[in-house]
């Protein structure tokens, strides 16, 4: 046996420090008991600075110098990538991220209380604080001139305002009319979606679905909780939590599909990269196999809105469905049910928003979190911007603030830069979906048959199981032949809604 | 706000990770899927190395040092535990601490191989090494002679086999005729126990009981899990668990009273007390508020057996068992119940063991690893020693090892020195039970009146809130004016079964 080397070693420990922060936060949000915030913030904090001062300990630097000169091609990237979150994590100064993790927690309860009350006024003190400190973040990580850069890079490694906003207003132009084009047509009914599907149902259900994507429950298990996520600790556990609702079947139904698409990412790295800075996001101090939060965000996407709201899909297993609630969906026909689930409405809530408006939704955020670091926006002027936007965008009046600028919890965790990562995976997603149609030829036959591994397959060999090996932009490289390009996600919007509307194609 | 001394920051900081690592230990009892369990060992293996090197950090010592001096009298006794701690950590070489870990790891694997298999010669290679590594980590951690005194030491705080050997053989001579005398009853008819019991009814049953004691369930819940335990991570969030057999009604009934018992001791800490040393057994490397093993275990027999088992308490609540279970006990009167809950028989297993005969079940084991640990018996002799010591004390033929020295964890888990203080917590739960009442004349009617605080409170105030400030030795002396004495435990059980045999008291 060979003497492991310290970077392999250091990294090891450092990976299961990250992993154990993982542990903490799955179980604060789903299993702890509300006495124990306080003393689990405490944890969590004691744990992070001692990952942190091993993260920029000289020990880890020196050996990872050592393993730049001497190592394998993954070794000298894992090296690589250690010594830009070491510099990266040196430049920002201790007290900052002392700072900002004390304001986070501060203004999340803020947030929280504002949210509950409706009125923005009681978590506008605590955002000016965070856009402050975020923007000192920005400047101490480093950027070319754009401080908005910088805090995007550590969401989605390589993006920049330059190329995100052209993307952005090229979205625009395609959804803007394609959705003023659904609006003249009529309305698929809904009614079907919020009758009353008991729980127990809707998570056999789901939890069935979830394994027949290739989620593998002896490595993950699916529980309950307010905001559905998933996190992992390795590939060898890998969970994922749903929220059930009795009145709302898609939420349940569709977000385990999203889910379960994270899950798959993580369940399907490499075992080789088990354990080392390939699923270590160390600036984040964060356990993870995503190659980014786009590319993550790419896969959970695909399997919920690709795959789960096909019309093959439902083809094959709406009849298992109807077994499920038979009284319930006894009188809705499967076209009905299709057209239900992918019903297009402007609505207030992007968590709530169909395929189509949730770009429009993310758009508006990421313009005014751009100003607002940028010092173009005020904290105060900010709830009437996002009126407006909503009421140009969508056609809508907010009707109060927990209904607007105050329905997500992101800028209180001082998550400037992450909502981008939504909408850059949209676009991931089909471009990874329409490279797997070309590099397997019978790709929609096998789906139409319920075969979902040659995709699986496909994916967990281009994708999953180089974790963070490579960039966003290489893995688009490596299984497209070039980078970001919405031209397969807007083709397959524009397919999809002229089916379910009934609209002319090529509008 | 004066500066937070060096010694309380580090302190709490360490506290920190142990309640961390308490919370990777819950989650892999409770929620981990089986797949988890590789990367999980390494978590803790890491963590515990971070805690390790904290510990013995000479940052640590030099602010324990400076706290020593010029601290309050509760800061100078955690400071001075400290510094125990420090110098016994160091003691132990860190390649015998690694190799312990590996082995434990190792050896619980081999222990539930040989136990599916009931094969003790699949375990005995594994066995041999943990006695051996045992012996040295005893001679590492130091005595005056008697090895077997170091491990017991990392448990009961203070006791030593000058005290336990004498005291032991004093409850043997009390009962071993008490067991004859009961033997020669009739046997209370204990069919009751064992018809089917739905798990939600038993669950529900359980936690109420659990709150009626004062378990706190905002600060704690109640899960499942094969072996039942409690764990804490700081008193805001103590948890339980129960093994719930729909055919075996005592199972989860008193097995949730015991873990509210160690729960309360644990929820009753001192909230000045959380986050300290005195909240930490810091050679153990475990986060835990009681005084000493045995000191817990004396809580949970107090609260299942001297309440949850006597005449007092089922005379009050046996209706509402009785509304949960109509139809199971409808033709069971409380007196029946009440003999079958107490009955005596001797059996193989320990933990299935009555009040009585549990004693034994810890004296034999405590004499075997006495004896491996002091060379005077070889793991190879040891299943038949095993079985002739069950054979004289209880009249039973041992069939085969998984009934008999395979069947508890401890020894593949390197807990040699454990055993005896379930029965030093049987013995200390009925003299501090006696204090009690000689501090609150009116204990038994209200205890009669279903108003368990005034005893919850005394233990709060005389027990719990301290935490690990006083040793097991000074909370005895501050609360019965003396230390460990057998006879008010020998007492009650001798009253209890005369009652409940019907035998002549003082026999």
Redesign the interface.
Known sequence: MTQTHAFDQLS??LN??L??LN??TW?ART??????S???A??I???S??ARQRLIDPAFEHAALQMQDSGSELQQRAAGQALEAIAAMRRVPEALTRELALLKSEAQDAWASAKAASDFSVFAPSLERMVALTRQLADALGHGGQPYDALLNTYEPGMTTAVLLPLFARLRAHHVPLLRAIQARSQPRRDVLTRAYPVEGQRAFSLAAARRFGY??????LDQSAHPFEIS??R??VRITTRFQEHFLPGALFGTLHETGHALYEQGVSPEL??TVLTSDLLGLYAVGGASYGTHESQSRLWENRIGRSRAYWELHYSELVQTFPTQLADVPLDDFHRAINAVQPSLIRVEADELTYDLHIMLRVQLELALINGELSVKELPEAWNARIREDLGLDVPDDAHGVLQDIHWSAGMFGSFPTYTIGNVMASQFYAAAGKALPDLEERLARGEYSPLHGWLTENVYQHARRYTPHELLERTTGGGLDPQPYLDYLTQKYSAVYGLEEHL
Chains 1, 2 share one sequence.
Do not use: H, N
């Open positions: 090891a420990e299961d420090l992993c154990v542990v903490l179980d299993q702890m008991p509300a006495g124990g306080g003393s689990r405490q944890q904090a004691t744990l600075a001692v593998d429950i002896e490595r993950g298990r600790f390795t060898q556990d088990a354990r």
